[in-house]
C-alpha cells in the first residue's frame, strides 16, 4: 500500500509534534502493510525558501527513521487551493507529489469558494493532475456530493480519508465517505484511499477498520481496495494515466468486472430515487 497523505515531518505544521511520534507512526504503517508514503506538509501561499529548507531538512532527519521500517518516503505538500496555483507551479515551484504531475489540494471545510472549479480546471489545463484532499469532510460536499463527483468527472483525483468510513470524523462524514466512494466508482471517478494521519492517533489506528469497511460491504471491495491503496497511488507518483475502476477490473479480470457492475445494479436504486430521494 502507499499512503499519499499524511503529515510526518516533527515541528513543521500541525502534525507530528517529535521525532518519538514520527517513529511511532512509521512503525504503525509498516505493520498495515504501507511500503510507501509522501508527507505532505501544509503550504497556504507561495512555497519560499525558508520554508522548503525546513522541510527539506526535517525530510532529510527522518528518511533513516523510514528506512528501518521498510518504508520509503516522499515529499508533497498539501496546498490550499487559490487561484495562482497553477501558475506557480508552471514558473518551476516544486510543490506537487514526489515531482510527478500529481498535486494535493485543499478546500476550506465551510463553505465552496467560487473560484474552485476554475482553479481545477487551470491545473488540469496546466498538465497537472489534482487530487482533491478529504472531500468528504467538507460541509458542502455533505450538502451536495455532486460538488466533489463532477469535479472527479473533470479529471480531479478524490482522496478519500481510510477512517472517516469508521466513523473517526462522527456519522456525517462517515455518510459522505461512503457515499462518494458509492457514486465514484458508478460513474467512473478515479479515488485514492490516504490516512491523512497527523499523529499515531485515530486517523492511523483506524485506517485499517476504515479499510475493512469497503472491503465487505462495495461489490468487489478487495479489489477496490487495491485498486484505490495500491493502483492508483502508484500512478499518479509515475505521472501516468489511470483508470477508473471499472477500466482497471476489465483489464485485469473482465468477467469480474462485469459480475460487481451487476452485482452494483441489483443493489442500488434506481437513479431517479437517488437524486430525488
Not at 496546498?79 to 507529489?97: C, F, I, K, W, Y
Amino acid at each position: 500500500m502507499i499512503d499519499l497523505h499524511l503529515h510526518l515531518l516533527p515541528e513543521v505544521d500541525d502534525g507530528s509534534s517529535s521525532l518519538e511520534m514520527t517513529n511511532a507512526m512509521l512503525a504503525r504503517l509498516s505493520a498495515m502493510g504501507v511500503t510507501r508514503v509522501v508527507t505532505t506538509p501544509h503550504l497556504m501561499q507561495l512555497l519560499n525558501h525558508e520554508y522548503q529548507l525546513l522541510v527539506q531538512t526535517t525530510l532529510d532527519t527522518i528518511r533513516p527513521l523510514a528506512v528501518t521500517h521498510g518504508l520509503v518516503i516522499d515529499l508533497g505538500y498539501e496546498h490550499v487551493l487559490v487561484p495562482g496555483l497553477a501558475s506557480r507551479l508552471q514558473s518551476g515551484e516544486q510543490s506537487t507529489m514526489a515531482g510527478s504531475s500529481a498535486v494535493l489540494v485543499e478546500l476550506p471545510f465551510v463553505g465552496w469558494p467560487q473560484h474552485s472549479e476554475s482553479s481545477l480546471f487551470a491545473l488540469r489545463v496546466a498538465g497537472y493532475v489534482p487530487i482533491l484532499a478529504h472531500p468528504e469532510r467538507y460541509v458542502e460536499v455533505q450538502k451536495n456530493p455532486e460538488l466533489a463527483i463532477v469535479a472527479g468527472e473533470h479529471g480531479s483525483v478524490l482522496q478519500l480519508t481510510s477512517g472517516s468510513f469508521a466513523g473517526v470524523y462522527g456519522k456525517a462524514v462517515e455518510r459522505s465517505a461512503r457515499k462518494l466512494l458509492d457514486l465514484a466508482i458508478d460513474r467512473d471517478v478515479v479515488v485514492v484511499l490516504a490516512s491523512d494521519a497527523h499523529s499515531d492517533g485515530q486517523r492511523l489506528t483506524q485506517v485499517p477498520a476504515g479499510i475493512k469497511w469497503v472491503r465487505a460491504h462495495l461489490a468487489g471491495g478487495d479489489a477496490v481496495v487495491e485498486w484505490s491503496t495500491s493502483v492508483v497511488p502508484s500512478l499518479l507518483l509515475q505521472s501516468k494515466p489511470v483508470p477508473s475502476f471499472d477500466q482497471w477490473v476489465a483489464t485485469t479480470s473482465p468477467n469480474r468486472s462485469t459480475e460487481d457492475r451487476e452485482s452494483r445494479a441489483s443493489t442500488r436504486p434506481p437513479r431517479w430515487r437517488r437524486l430525488f430521494g
